[in-house]
């Protein structure tokens, strides 16, 4: 079972979807301009089969109220550090877009409180991104998205345009991470992606490559929208990687310190 519930982070009001009962936690991390619900209702049902599924959305997403702060990845994840510190146990981080950035900063800072990271769809550095327009505060798209906005937010939907500019300045300007700081992440990561996503390919690999006990998963006709896309195929590929024995082991390693399989 699953308690929906307000939690003070670092003294801000937090809306939590927190777990109950034993076994291992799942943490969904949801993307910018977005909230927990993206993740609950795409892959969250068939991921609470197996895991206890917890989530909250961030200051300035969802339901919870904003701050006159800019948004940073760094205030990001120690919001999630919190929030983990919180269900006082270690956690399986799975984060999309922005999760993703989020969770390979924790695994950076605070590896202890994790088990494996799941980073889907996500960029260490702001210069990996495929050119993209900024989101036209004019059109038609943005009035819907912003009255979507403000039917959750406690801010309102005049909000909008707020959360609007602080995530492009975030977006385009963070993060700044480098391979070696990748480098330096010491728990198992699925680094996951749609062939069609919005870091490109080679910025996606590199980030795969960098990680010392990383595995790589390109989901073949999809978009950044690979949750919803194939739904069942990502959560397979997820619980896999979750509750998979590690390291691999395969018939030809070369990359990882593995033992073949005998034919």
Request: aromatic share 6%; net charge neutral; charged share 20%.
């Amino acid at each position: 079972m699953t308690k929906v519930t307000t939690i003070s982070l670092n003294g801000h009001p937090t809306w939590a979807r927190l777990p109950r009962g034993n076994g291992q936690t799942v943490v969904l991390l949801h993307g910018g301009m977005s909230s927990s619900a993206s993740l609950l209702t795409s892959i969250g049902m068939s991921m609470a089969k197996r895991f206890r599924v917890a989530a909250f959305d961030r200051r300035g997403h969802g339901r919870t109220k904003d701050t006159d702060e800019p948004f940073s990845y760094d205030a990001m994840a120690t919001e999630t550090v919190a929030f983990i510190e919180y269900l006082d146990r270690r956690v399986h981080l799975v984060g999309h877009s922005d999760g993703g950035n989020i969770a390979l900063l924790v695994a950076m800072r605070r590896p202890d409180l994790l088990r494996r990271v799941v980073a889907i769809g996500a960029n260490y550095h702001h210069e990996g991104l495929m050119p993209m327009a900024p989101f036209d505060t004019e059109s038609e798209a943005f009035a819907q998205w912003a009255q979507r906005f403000g039917e959750n937010s406690p801010d309102g939907p005049e909000h909008a345009r707020t959360v609007e500019e602080k995530t492009r300045i975030m977006t385009f300007s963070q993060p700044t991470l480098t391979p070696k700081d990748l480098a330096t992440i010491p728990v198992p990561v699925l680094v996951m992606a749609g062939d069609d996503d919005v870091a490109t390919l080679s910025h996606t690999c590199s980030m795969y490559e960098a990680i010392p006990q990383g595995q790589l998963s390109i989901v073949p006709g999809t978009s950044h929208m690979l949750l919803k896309e194939r739904t069942k195929e990502s959560v397979r590929i997820i619980d896999h990687f979750l509750v998979s024995k590690l390291p691999p082991v395969t018939f030809a390693p070369l990359r990882r310190p593995s033992t073949a399989i005998d034919d």
